[in-house]
């Protein structure tokens, strides 16, 4: 069985695709043993959905609030 660890970690990489079905499995099955992991895991889906949609609403800036926001950046207003 996988630790805690391996399972996190294994949770992580399964959000971004790079998982294999045995690591899949093994996942799943410390899951079933672990009410911690599940929890990490569903804050990780919470987190994964959220900034997914946080990226796609970032392409709906003008032109003109991109140029501000990049002004701000190359300018920052020190106080």
Request: a positive charge.
């Amino acid at each position: 069985m996988m630790t805690c660890k391996e399972a996190t970690e294994a949770s992580v990489r399964k959000s971004q695709g790079r998982v294999s079905f045995k690591e899949r499995l093994d996942v799943a099955l410390h899951l079933l043993a672990c009410k911690y992991c599940r929890l990490f895991a569903k804050q990780q889906a919470w987190l994964d959905q959220f900034l997914s949609k946080e990226s796609q609403s970032a392409d709906r800036l003008t032109d003109e609030e991109k140029s501000t926001i990049q002004t701000n950046i190359n300018n920052p207003q020190i106080s």
